[in-house]
């Protein structure tokens, strides 16, 4: 069995260096570049399932990789990133 993990594409605030936790900005255009690179990467392997947190920018992400790999995603709260309450959107 092989474990395939994968962080979502960059996102808005990345590329702004801002904090994310649960705040949802989504995917910038190299981050949906990105996902299309790891579609492309993903979508000749067997995959059984595939995960992703709820929060946008991990959704877009699988999304690629799941019509590649001809899949449904199993969203999971669990997967999501730890709250940062006030400290999220600051630099």
Request: proline residues 2%; charged residues 25%.
């Amino acid at each position: 069995m092989n474990l395939y993990i994968v962080r979502h594409g960059e996102t808005t605030w990345n590329s702004e260096d801002r904090i994310q936790g649960h705040s949802d900005p989504g995917l910038s255009r190299k981050g949906l570049s990105q996902a299309r690179l790891l579609a492309r990467r993903f979508g000749s392997m067997r995959l059984d399932r595939i995960y992703a947190s709820p929060l946008q920018r991990a959704l877009e992400t699988a999304r690629f990789i799941a019509t590649a790999a001809g899949k449904k995603i199993i969203m999971r709260e669990g997967l999501k990133e730890v709250m940062l309450g006030d400290w999220e959107g600051m630099t």
